[in-house]
DNA sequence: GGTGATGTGGGTAACGTTTTCCAAATGTTT
DNA sequence: AAACATTTGGAAAACGTTACCCACATCACC
């Protein structure tokens, strides 16, 4: 029954086995210079033979842990399941190991986990919508290479991976207005904290609502309602645009799941879609693809941010004081059964 | 620009500057025996003072890392994210920091991030619905305390906790027939390994589904499509289906996904749902919940169960050899709109 | 006033790597 | 042939904690 704990498989039973010194393993484990071809071959095969793997605490104590870890506000949106797609394809199989903290709302549980992984050595952070304070990023990005993802603004410590969502908002209001309609209202998150009125991405996106309708001569039209990227935000925002003396035909919704809501408030007025009012969504999620709904939808590529935001790191970790950099993609419109000519 | 990089507060920081030994900080630390309340006090300012955080990399090559590691197959189902809702819930503000690997399918995938998580000495593992080998589950659980959940069949080394599937699949067949179907089919998920066959949750469904029929006499009008818990494999399973010579009056898929793609298809053939054809699916999700879908479907309580994992394998940690425990909670019918009487 | 039991605190050796040297051997240039 | 550069391999000191012991003081009890 109790069998007596067989010790781990460390360095030094390698070195033994393969009669070299525990440097000479180290070395080979991370192809380190020293280090000569037949040592390597020498050392592998001992390293096969005895099924070592090295103690990622032992060498988190000196080196790296060879260990990225991902942070992200939310596991249920399935955008950010593509940006983690995009990282692991990334990384593929080099020597990273991805790890995810499940998912924080808020700044207080964002410190905690961030303070968690740095506390595990991790070699690299992936930050997805992160809604810290810009000057706790920085103290963060100081300490450890950290990318930031789906947040606008630039920072000197730390990359940034984002979507160009004023240039998606336009996307929307663009098609819409080609379909014929004047009277095209959003659904925003409500943001107030100033910082994150720039940079935060549904800002922008009412931004770029804005801009757009602006740049259409539709000024006047402009009508937002202002409540939550939530599936219940977008049931209140749309009954509250529906309520108004003038109905819109056409609702601009700043995440898919906002879309659902409204699509559920429509439904429920006795309205439908896109023959009374047209709907539009951002994030082109599975949700939207899925036949029944088929959503508008603005697509983000989150596997691409996330594969590039994956490359920045393993740069930046191997390069700590290189120029920080800031990858902006373009979404592109999805159009579905959501949205008609009025 | 280029700070002296502020070495890191270490423990020895802590004890010079509160005058006492590393190991009384220690002691504080772990809430081990041997430290007086006023030493206590005194450590706790002073690591207040320096805002010392232990280093998990050191504490993990004598002792804990306070970490557990969550393998799941696929991040993109709403039932996973309930079971990690509810060991976040049950671990609290503990010390336990939770992490998890990103989706990994297949036997070969499951492998490296187990090993990865053994090789960071993570305290305690949730392995949730893995496939790998019994064999490897024993040896694993051997080294490190695991928990695994939504298989069934019990381990002398590893706690389980599972859903009865068979009970769920019976809620089904039995509110079905209950509705005056008696022609009711299932869509499975294809299973060819033969342990897998007993101790996988969707060969525990199709069992349940079988034996319900029988219970009510309908051996006679079991009719199973064999192919995969995907929506994909929903809509081709529905094809399958509605090209029988007797048409079923009603599906039970095997989980929501596959409902979906099973509604898709019926809607193709022009068929209404549920007005020439019930369909149930299983695990509740966001999406069965969602007022145009509005799907008949089995609830698990993923809460529950993630809850009594993490209870358990906390319990594991501070006790190594206690017995091992098997806990399976009873699922419920959650009836919408899919369902009606024939 | 011995004799244990109990409470309180610390010294020191692990833990398993990587890093920083250094030495010897080998190769290359003058 | 001397001087120097490069390659190859290893010894030993970190890294920051915890586990294991031991010492001392205090207290209760015969």
New binding site residues.
Partial sequence: MDKPAP??????D??RHA?????????V??N?????????TKVQQAIAELG????A???G????TYTIGVMLPELRNLFFADILDGITAQLGDSDYQVLLAPGCNGEKAEARVIDAMIDRSMDGLVLIAPVSAKKRLNEVAGNVPTVVVGRHGSSPNHDSVTDDDIAGAALVVDHLVSLGHRRIAHIEHHETDRVRLTEMPNAQRARGYRDAMIAHGLEDEIDIASTSYTQQGGYLGAQQLLARPVRPTAIFAGADVVALGALEAIAEAGLTVPGDISVAGYDNSALAAFGPISLTSVDQDGRQMGANAARLLVDRIGQRDRRTAQITLSPTLVVRRTTAAR
Avoid: F, H
């Fill in positions: 010790r781990r498989v460390t360095i030094v390698v070195a009669q070299v010194s525990t440097t000479a393993v180290s070395k484990l991370r380190a210079y020293g280090a000569s071809p037949a040592m390597r070592y793997r090295p103690s605490a032992a060498r104590l000196r080196g790296q």
